[in-house]
């Protein structure tokens, strides 16, 4: 009667000490997710202060409630606000259009077709990765500025056209490779050719990496700053990251609730959008590189 009871109670000393570093597991996750949020509360909390105690008063609920920050600073610029939201919409929009057309057919001859030279191109593509990106920033500047594309998005759009990113190519290609290449012969056999194979086959089945694809791009091209503000001159067609910058007074008379205001509303986009995808963000990632 003695070994019963020895195993069972070995048996709920086992659970109680799973359960007890699961609790655990769960406090530190909790408390790491707080430390992560704490910056976003800090700036949704100063945007409802006024100016002068943002920096007085660092305690997240506001001694003193200002919503002026938002009406003030939605048209405290040459423009309102919302036109460097749409500039800053419009280009997202074409950034992801252009990486998922190009990138995805670049991962489609890397994954699935048979050429000359396939490894070795794939092999250059990858070493594109190794080049910090400030290194091109020169010669690129000065072919687009000799093609007249200056204070243009031609700089900021036309290169996600051309599949210049090897990040999502390579992204693409692995999750393109785990897919069975028997779809690929039974759709020969039906007499489909290289590009209605991708279209009617392999597109379909690449919807989570193509979300992943839309989601990086979203964000990337949403926060990008050095670009716009390497291209741009017109303040018309400035994006939210340099509106944000003219709140910033080098002489000491920064706006900050204001520009907290408008950081908090240009913050909706990009958690809504990532919100949206999350479920194939996940899947995407998970997926890619299984064979």
């Given amino acids: 009667m003695s070994a019963p009871s020895f195993e069972q109670d070995s048996y709920v000393e086992r659970i109680g000490s799973t359960r007890r570093s699961r609790f655990v597991r769960h406090v530190l996750l909790c408390l790491a997710g707080a430390v992560m949020l704490y910056p976003l509360a800090w700036l949704v909390s100063s945007s409802l202060k006024p100016n002068s105690l943002i920096f007085k008063d660092l305690s997240l609920w506001p001694a003193e409630w200002d919503l002026s920050n938002y009406s003030l600073g939605w048209d405290a610029l040459e423009q309102p606000f919302s036109v460097y939201l749409v500039n800053s919409l419009v280009i997202v929009v074409l950034s992801i259009i252009g990486n998922l057309v190009s990138c995805s057919l670049a991962a489609y001859g890397f ?6 030279g396939r490894k ?3 092999t250059l593509m990858l070493g594109t990765m190794m080049l910090p990106g400030h290194v091109l920033l020169v010669p690129q500047y000065i072919v687009f500025a000799k093609l007249g594309w200056l204070n243009t998005y031609y700089p900021l759009l036309v290169p996600n056209f ?3 990113n090897a990040f999502y190519i390579f992204l693409m290609v692995q999750f393109m490779r785990s897919l069975p290449k028997e779809l690929d012969d039974a759709a020969r056999i039906d007499g489909c050719g290289p590009f209605r194979i991708f279209w009617r086959v392999i597109m379909p089945l690449c919807m989570p990496a193509f979300a992943t694809t839309a989601i990086f791009t979203f964000i990337s091209v949403w926060n990008e700053f050095f670009g716009p503000l390497l291209y741009l001159t017109d303040t018309e067609l400035y994006t939210v990251p340099l509106a944000l910058r003219q709140f910033i007074d080098s002489e000491g008379q920064s706006q900050w609730g204001q520009m907290f205001a ?5 913050l909706a986009p990009v958690i809504g959008f ?3 995808g999350q479920k194939y963000l996940v899947k995407g990632i998970a997926t890619t590189g299984l064979k």
């Fill in 111 to 116: 994954a699935r077709l048979n050429f000359t």
């Fill in 120 to 122: 070795l191109f794939f």
């Fill in 162 to 164: 051309l599949a210049t």
């Fill in 262 to 266: 408008m950081s908090f509303l240009s």
């Fill in 274 to 276: 990532f919100i949206a």
